[in-house]
């Protein structure tokens, strides 16, 4: 008997450790092979996470998301005179088109330079302005300069924090850009030659000194073309028309002249009208329409007693509600045809 229970017993226990390892290769097979260890990639070249949409909304509230504006790239086709047209045209419909009458009239102007408002390309006001000053290679100059925001409106693009959006609305409002906007134009259409400046009397002088892709005419006796830039002169009682800046241009080649220039972009000598589209006019891009005469010259109404008026502009004294006669926004101490040497 005794025999016989410990048979049974050695035989239980061997079928215990008989399906005890037959569970235990099955939860945990033995390799064939030994595992190969997989080198890790270095850090640095893991490629960025994006953030989420939940990661966006808990950075603080001291950092604004603003997206950098994709300009439309722009690879110049045609004629030096054509590609200057399209980028012009192109600034004048992101603003919504705004534009000044024959009578010298502002008759819309939807968005002005420093507002937040998104323009049609989708980039905010201000920052198309920025644009301007970055893309047209004259921001360094005032950031070189000192000048209050300039410095801000290099980080205007991305991640903006409130206190950079501020300053560079600031320098926005304070700096006349409608040089840079010329400037920002030129550099698009790719013109060879041309002196990119915050200040239009550079390339004047350049054009009155047969340097450059431009040459001054006189715009009371030349025909205007597409391309060519028309301008007036500023804040000046002495130098009146293209005489009056030719004399002071010889009198003094280094001439610090305030002045405006706007792009000729159409021409209509069946109508008798031009039109122009400048930078900083009323705070936006704006085009102007300027009547011709029977011989298809351009009639520029002269002013009788200008007063400074605002960043880009005079007008003239005595301009009110029961005079209405006296103002005109294209009522201008109008100087100089720059004409393309190369159209």
């Known amino acids: 008997m005794t025999n016989r229970i410990s048979l049974t017993l050695s035989s239980l226990l061997l079928v215990g450790v008989a399906t005890t390892a037959s569970a235990q290769s099955q939860i945990t097979p033995v390799p064939t092979t030994p595992p190969v260890a997989q080198p890790q990639q270095p850090a640095q070249s893991q490629p960025p996470v994006p953030p989420t949409a939940t990661q966006t909304q808990q950075q603080p509230q001291s950092t604004i998301p603003m997206p950098a504006p994709s300009p439309r790239a722009y690879v110049p086709t045609g004629t030096p005179s054509q590609r200057i047209l399209e980028i012009a045209r192109r600034e004048n419909r992101n603003w919504y088109s705004p534009f000044i009458a024959t009578d010298g009239g502002l008759r819309t102007l939807p968005v002005t330079e420093a507002e937040r408002s998104r323009l049609n390309d989708g980039s905010e006001a201000w920052q198309k302005v920025t644009e301007y000053w970055r893309d047209g290679n ?21 991640m903006v924090t409130a206190g950079i959006r501020a300053d560079c609305r600031g320098f926005i409002i304070d700096t006349p850009w409608s040089a840079a906007f010329i400037s920002y134009v030129m550099t698009k259409a790719q013109i060879p030659g041309f002196h990119v400046s915050p200040r239009h009397i550079d390339y004047i002088r350049d054009a009155f000194a047969n340097r450059g892709p431009y040459f001054a005419i006189n715009p009371g006796i030349s025909r205007p073309q597409i391309g060519d830039l028309l301008c007036y002169v500023r804040l000046s009682r002495t130098i009146i028309g293209y005489d009056g800046l030719r004399a002071a241009l010889a009198a003094n080649p280094s001439l610090n002249q305030a002045a405006h220039c706007d792009v000729v972009v159409r021409t209509d000598f069946t109508g008798h009208f031009v039109e122009t589209i400048g930078g900083n006019v009323e705070n936006a891009v704006t085009l102007r329409k300027l009547q011709l005469d029977a011989q298809n010259l351009l009639v520029l109404p002269r002013p009788v007693n200008l007063v400074p008026q605002g960043e880009e502009g005079d007008i003239e004294a005595g301009c009110s509600p029961d005079n209405e006669s006296a103002c005109s926004f294209n009522r201008q101490n109008w100087a100089a045809l720059l004409r ?4």
């Open 138 to 158: 004259t921001l360094g100059e005032m950031v070189a300069g000192g000048r209050p925001g300039a410095s801000a409106c290099e980080s205007a693009f991305g």
């Open 340 to 343: 393309l040497r190369d159209p």
